[in-house]
């Protein structure tokens, strides 16, 4: 009778222990959907960066190169005597910089609003030719995904002497 119950007691932990190990896969739609949600799609992972600023190890201060080469790389090219010539009054004007996945720059200037006299279309051009061999940039990381980035830089025309 002994080994009737323990028989009686193995069947029934097997057939009971099943529903233990059946449990339901998560849908992938539902999972994929919360790992989006997580992502914080205005950060990146890694900074675009240049050659110059690649053996610095510390984020913020690779960052700050960064922007730093750019500015003076961008002050340097444009031609400060062009835009002093057509644009005296002016002293600094807004340079949206756009870094494409595959390592391609765009340039425009922004406006700013109380800023109509400006031929924009001019400035534009200015840039565009001015800048057409900008040295090479790696483009920012996302989850390790090279991702298109932007940033608006103040460019100084006007040196004050």
């Known amino acids: 009778m002994r080994r009737n119950t323990y028989i009686l007691l193995l069947l029934l932990f097997t057939l009971f ?9 998560p849908d992938k739609e539902k999972l994929l959907k919360e790992e989006l949600e997580k992502i914080n799609w205005e950060e990146v992972d890694e900074f675009p960066t240049v050659n110059n600023c690649d053996s610095i190890l510390d984020k913020e201060l690779q960052k700050k190169c960064f922007f730093d080469y750019l ?9 400060v005597d062009t835009l002093q010539i057509m644009y005296p009054e ?10 494409n996945p595959d ?3 765009e340039f425009h200037t922004e406006v ?10 001019v ?4 840039l565009q030719n001015r800048l057409s061999d900008f040295p090479h940039v790696e483009p920012a990381i996302k989850r390790g995904i090279k991702v298109k980035s932007q940033f608006i830089l103040p460019v100084i025309i006007k040196v004050e002497e």
């Not at 222990?17 to 896969?25: A, E, G, I, N």
């Not at 002016?90 to 870094?99: P, W």
């Not at 700013?112 to 279309?121: C, L, M, N």
Request: with cysteine; glycine share 2%.
């Open 103 to 105: 390592a391609t720059l």
């Open 90 to 99: 002016v002293d600094t004007i807004a340079v949206k910089v756009t870094i």
């Open 71 to 79: 500015i003076q790389n961008i002050q340097q090219r444009i031609g």
């Open 17 to 25: 222990s099943c529903q233990l190990f059946d449990k339901k896969v």
């Open 112 to 121: 700013p609003k109380e800023a109509v006299t400006y031929d924009i279309k």
């Open 123 to 126: 400035i534009d051009s200015i």
